[in-house]
Structures are given as structure tokens and as C-alpha cells.
């Protein structure tokens, strides 16, 4: 089992960056695909980003893609999400989120493991 508690998160202005981090607990991180999510209200829970367990693969949501980066921190048990040039419907809940699959895959029912979530805001 892997514990995931999500930081970072807050209020921004268009344009800015934020960075959150999830750091994990359990002995099974290391060998865990890592995905973010985020939930906008009114919305349904929606894939952003994820990364292999050795961190040489990533995937992104399409608008994201030249934005976000994904990355992770085997020997910290963390994995981050850089988020840069924040734009309003960004603003959402974002979940951390850990598989135990080798390919970072964009399916929410892949991860078994979830975090509280982080809040990010980000007004025009």
C-alpha cells in the first residue's frame, strides 16, 4: 500500500507557477507509475499528467503539454508537478495518484491509490 499526501497547492495569478509535491509512504513508491488529476467543480476528476516508476516516461493531457512537468524523486518518495504559465481553468482539486502498472497510463481506474487533494486557484 502507498499513502499519498498532496502540497503545494494555493492561489495564483494568470501567468504564474506553482509547484506541488506528493510525498508518498509504503515500501511500493519506487515501483509505482505516478499520475496527477484534477477535479474542477462541477466536473468530473480528470487526468493531467503521470511518469513511469523509473521516471523515462511521461504523459500529459493535451492542454498541458508545454506547461506542466511531471517528475519524481525515487530516493525522496516524491513526485512533483511543476506547473508553469497557470492559466483560470487550471483552477481545480489535484490528486495524486499511484499504480502499479509499468506504462504511465491516462485511465483513473489504473490507480489504486489516492490522495486528499490540493486545492489550486488561479485568477485572471
Known amino acids: 500500500q502507498v499513502q499519498l499526501v498532496e502540497s503545494g497547492g494555493g492561489l495564483v495569478q494568470a501567468g504564474g507557477s506553482l509547484r506541488l509535491s506528493c510525498a508518498a509512504s509504503?515500501?511500493?513508491?519506487?515501483?509505482?507509475?505516478m499520475g496527477w488529476f484534477r477535479q474542477a467543480p462541477g466536473k468530473e476528476r480528470s487526468f493531467v499528467a503521470a511518469?513511469?516508476?523509473?521516471?523515462?516516461?511521461?504523459s500529459y493531457v493535451d492542454s498541458v503539454k508545454g506547461r506542466f512537468t511531471i517528475s519524481r524523486d525515487n530516493a525522496k518518495n516524491t513526485v512533483y508537478l511543476q506547473m508553469n504559465s497557470l492559466k483560470p481553468e487550471d483552477t481545480a482539486v489535484y490528486y495524486c495518484?499511484?499504480?502499479?502498472?509499468?506504462?504511465?497510463?491516462?485511465?483513473?481506474?489504473?490507480?489504486?491509490?489516492w490522495g486528499q487533494g490540493t486545492q489550486v486557484t488561479v485568477s485572471s
Open positions: 511518469i513511469s516508476w523509473s521516471g523515462g516516461w511521461t
Open positions: 495518484a499511484a499504480a502499479k502498472v509499468v506504462d504511465p497510463v491516462q485511465v483513473a481506474s489504473y490507480y489504486t491509490n
Open positions: 509504503g515500501r511500493t513508491f519506487s515501483s509505482s507509475t
